[in-house]
């Protein structure tokens, strides 16, 4: 039973990628107050919504459906995680009267938040192009802001492609859609203590890498007419451990210098969780990220890079990477749910 646990970071400048609600003609960022200081933050949702964006245009996505019953709307999606990778990997619910299905998500994502504070600045802009020469312009002001966040990251590679049949709003799957499953050659298996029905392991390996090189080149964000900038991650780590704890949440801290990838931290939570390791630790870090911290960090890990402990490299050869290995099967164990 292996999880790949670790953390995710955006590098931000003068952005406004997530925004909440906007008051008195002001559009504001979503952010956060820790300890009376400020910390603008990516929302999960919002995360979500830009890697499910960026999937390959060859990846079919699960049809949306609304239902509007006087004041009461929902939204969701088909519920065919055998069909739709998305259902798959996000989870979904469908609520409707005696045919209720629902499966957990199997990519669990944190909020992004800044790791330091950083107070949004705003932004005035004036509308008056067409307007007669006596005309007021409208005024409009939004907020953006510069900082590094960061937000923790799951994937349960073992219930990559098995959905639950049973134990009440745990059932991801119709009996119209299990046997259709089942024709398409699914198998029925016990999983967690669940009967379950597992895909094929390469229709497995093949959505494990595709969802790697989608947040190898994760693009999305608000307001990309006047704050475009990059959103893949400006570093990623991804750990395999045996069991879903992450204990490489601290890795990254604010200090008076600024961020700081924290070299002691990262070794001694490695150290603390080496006998529940499955793997080489891989660490995805684009360069200028925090200045000249790339370079001090590799220098200081060359035992364990050397060791095959620790695998440093830009985060989108090394998320393509390890990819092509789940493809190529040579992480097949990863995918077993054997008890710890």
């Known amino acids: 039973m292996t999880y790949l646990v670790g953390k995710i970071a955006l590098d931000i400048t003068a952005g406004a990628p997530n925004n909440g609600r906007s008051f008195d003609n002001v559009a504001y960022t979503k952010k956060l107050s820790i300890n009376g200081k400020t910390h603008p933050y990516v929302s999960a949702q919002a995360f979500r919504r830009w890697l499910r964006d960026s999937l390959p245009p060859s990846e079919a996505r699960s049809p949306v459906r609304r239902s509007v019953k006087g ?4 939204a969701y999606t088909k519920g065919r995680p055998d069909l739709y990778l998305d259902d798959d990997l ?3 619910m469908v609520a409707e009267k005696k045919n209720s299905y629902q499966r957990d998500t199997v990519l669990a994502t944190g909020t ?3 790791v330091a504070p950083a107070k949004p600045e705003k932004d005035f802009g004036a509308m008056s192009r067409g307007f007669p020469a006596d ?15 960061a937000g923790d990251v799951l994937l349960d590679l073992p219930r990559i492609g098995v ?3 049973e134990g009440g709003l745990r059932r991801a799957l119709s009996p119209a859609a299990s046997s259709e499953a089942l024709a398409a050659g699914a198998e029925e298996v ?17 959505r494990a890498a595709v969802l790697l090189r989608t947040l190898a080149e994760v693009r999305g964000g608000a307001k990309k007419a006047l704050h475009y900038g990059d959103r893949a991650p400006a570093l990623v780590l991804l750990a395999p451990l045996k069991g879903g704890n992450n204990p490489f949440t601290r890795v990254l801290a604010a200090t008076p210098r600024g961020v700081v990838f924290d070299v002691d931290t990262f070794r001694e939570e490695k150290e603390a969780w080496a006998d529940e390791l499955d793997g080489p630790i ?5 360069p200028g990220f925090l200045g000249k911290q790339r370079e001090d960090v590799r220098s200081k890990l060359t035992h364990e890079i050397e060791a095959g402990e620790v695998i440093l490299n830009h985060p989108r050869p090394l998320l393509k990477e390890l990819a092509a290995s789940i493809e190529a099967g040579e992480y097949d164990h990863w995918f077993e749910d054997e008890p710890r």
Do not use: C, M, N
């Not at 004041?71 to 929902?74: G, S």
């Open 71 to 74: 004041k009461r709307q929902q």
């Open 112 to 114: 992004l938040v800044s």
């Open 135 to 149: 005309a007021d312009p409208v005024l409009h002001e939004h907020e953006h802001y510069t900082a590094e966040l």
């Open 90 to 92: 996000f989870g979904f």
């Open 282 to 286: 891989r660490i995805g870090w684009a």
């Open 163 to 165: 959905f639950e049949l």
């Open 190 to 206: 016990q999983f967690r203590g669940v009967t379950s029905l597992r895909l094929d392991i390469t229709e497995r390996r093949r």
